[in-house]
């Protein structure tokens, strides 16, 4: 997209997005962005909830960076720049449209502001990656079908003919959905993406995590590097006790085992994409425009399992690290029924 007719078509698609998510008259909107954000994503949705009727206002937020890695700590110091009335503002009304940068997401911030009724569209990808993405009712179907299967799931088996195999107990632990939209008060979700995940319980991963060339170390939401050799993760009690391998064996040691908190290296949270039109190699599709993270976490079969943070989803680790990794080729066994066979996904 590029010059007055793209804005034109993103200002339409912000509209039926926007639509999806109950907004039109008599609903408020505040769209959230700050000096390092994509404007026209911002600007867009301000637009579109015009379009529709709502009630609707902009907030510019200042740009903060984290001092240590991980987006919990982004978040953290976001809060302490904030205007003392922001919590207030976004308790007030229906819909919070975060166009910023690094997000509320993995803050206590976001949590309280859910908790007041506010649901929270995240709305951060490419518009090309907005375009192509755009909510499906066969990906919400998937995604509930998903979603139902991995419930209460006591015994999660990871496994692959590369070597891994991990158990997780995901017990009464809530199941998160995302279709790429919010309609229902106190919920989030982001716009281009199509998936499940869980914190299981802190100190029930027990196994061998095997990352393949091809998968992804998450450095960030949007940044990721791709493996280049096998890298071996052992997993006792819940946390990484040992890495072994290639390269990217130093990234996952520098991102969690070396963190000041030793929550860092405690699992997060686990799930599966669904969205068959999603791109695994969306990062170097992306490259330099800030995107591709929406892309490869909702790649239909495709895994994640994730460190760090998860208070977010239900969990119980508050240190201020997190990164994804993320899996091509694994199977998924939820207490014994197949829910991703070999990197494709099994539910119809």
């Known amino acids: 997209m590029a010059g007055r007719d793209a804005v034109t078509e993103l200002v339409v698609l912000a509209r039926d997005e926007l639509a999806l998510c109950g907004v039109g008259p008599g609903q408020s909107v505040l769209v959230c962005s700050n000096p390092d954000s994509q404007v026209p994503l911002g600007d867009a949705c301000l637009t579109a909830a015009q379009l529709l009727g709502s009630d609707c206002a902009a907030l510019v937020l200042p740009s903060v960076s984290a001092q240590q890695p991980g987006e919990g700590e982004v978040t953290r110091a976001r809060r302490a720049a904030l205007p003392a009335q922001f919590a207030r503002w976004t308790a007030q009304v229906d819909l919070l449209v975060d166009a910023t940068s690094k997000g509320l997401l993995h803050s206590t911030l976001q949590q309280e502001i859910l908790a007041a009724g506010t649901r929270i569209l995240r709305v951060r990808e490419p518009a090309d990656c907005l375009a192509r993405l755009f909510p499906l009712a ?18 999660l088996v990871l496994t692959s003919d590369r070597g891994t195999e991990v158990h997780l107990s995901i017990g009464d632990r809530p199941v998160s959905l995302q279709f790429g939209y919010t309609e229902q008060p106190g919920r989030w979700d982001q716009w281009g993406t199509g998936l499940i995940a869980a914190a ?7 196994g061998t995590l095997v990352l393949w060339p091809g998968d992804i170390v998450f450095l960030s939401a949007t940044i990721g590097r791709y493996v280049t050799a096998p890298v071996t993760l052992s997993l006792r009690g819940g946390a990484i006790v040992a890495v072994e391998g290639g390269p990217e064996r130093q990234v996952v040691e520098d991102l969690l085992l070396r963190h000041a908190d030793p929550g860092a290296r405690h699992t997060a949270h686990v799930g599966w994409g669904c969205d068959p039109r999603a791109d695994w190699y969306a990062l170097e599709r992306y490259r330099g425009m800030g995107g591709g993270g929406a892309d490869v976490r909702s790649v239909a079969g495709g895994v994640v399992l994730a460190f760090g943070a998860n208070e977010d989803l239900g969990g119980a680790n508050r240190t201020t690290a997190h990164a994804d990794l993320a899996l091509q080729g694994v199977s998924v066994r939820a207490d014994g029924v197949e829910a991703v066979r070999a ?3 099994t539910l119809s």
Do not use: F, W
């Open 138 to 155: 066969s990906v919400r179907k998937a995604v509930e079908q998903s979603a139902a299967v991995l419930e209460g799931t006591e015994d």
């Open 200 to 206: 299981p319980i802190e100190d029930s991963a027990e």
């Open 343 to 345: 990197g494709v996904l």
